[in-house]
């Protein structure tokens, strides 16, 4: 039996999560304010990404989940790389 | 008692309901991983006039409703923990600023298309098609698709919420049967990356 089936996070995590998650908007937008030509689409991807995996792991719980949903996770995340490799492989060789 | 005449006649499993949860939001993640393929190849073969098009949209509406968005995130998943201490009203009351919040959203989002449509932008319109180039076409083609797609996603979010709400103030979802709450805060949580993506894609790259 699993009784104790959730692990109640605490509110302050929730709260410094978003205070990291605000901190890393102001951080890109200010990022792709400088001209950087194309390296400001790789910076705002990069932070993104990083604000997405806090979401993930914090606020939709994947840190006190079971290691299978997280894997599977992964697996779909995975797919998608695969799409768009394959497209661009597609569109930079023609 | 009543509470556990339920358990015993239903079958709730938490568990099961949070993969068929997390399985909906796969489909979800791919429907919305597509149409950004989609906005990357068209941005590689239409550079400019990506660039040239971004430039419309107003960086600064764009960050508020990240904001909006990110702390609506925060408030629903602390609904789940304050439903966990039983606390039964700060639960209704975070949900409650969550769809206030989300209602917030929409309404930028109705000025922000707003002032398109008085620019003359918006899909099929005669400025679109006759004054801007192919690639500003595209660009304000997925613009409107994605943040549209985005939006829709928002009201069926906020619909979720209520009545999640309906449902916690009902006592029919409480600290033992709290998958419904976690559920919505998920597909909350699953709007709220899109959106982490769609920010800078469309309104900070330029």
Known sequence: MENEKHHIVPYRVYILVLIGLLALTFLSIAITE???????????LVFASVKSYFVLKYFMHLKYDKPYIVTMVLFVFAIFVVTIIVTFLDYLFR | MEQEKHVVHDHYDAEASKIGMWLFIFTELLLFGVLFVIYAVYRYLNHDAF???AEELDTFIGAVNTIILLISSMTIAMATTALQKK?????IVLAGITLVLG???LV?????????????????SVHLT???SQGEILFFGLYFIMTGLHALHIIIGLVLIAVVMWKVHKGKVHAERAALLENSGL???LVDIIWIFLFPLFYLIH
């Open chain 2, 51 to 53: 660039h040239l098009a």
């Open chain 2, 187 to 189: 597909y909350w949580h």
């Open chain 1, 34 to 44: 400088i001209e950087l030509g194309s390296l400001s689409v790789a910076g705002a």
């Open chain 2, 108 to 124: 930028n989002k109705y000025f922000e298309w707003g002032a398109k449509f008085d620019h003359g932008i918006f899909p099929g």
């Open chain 2, 103 to 105: 209602f917030v959203f």
């Open chain 2, 87 to 91: 606390n039964k009203m700060l639960t």
């Open chain 2, 130 to 132: 006759e004054a801007l």
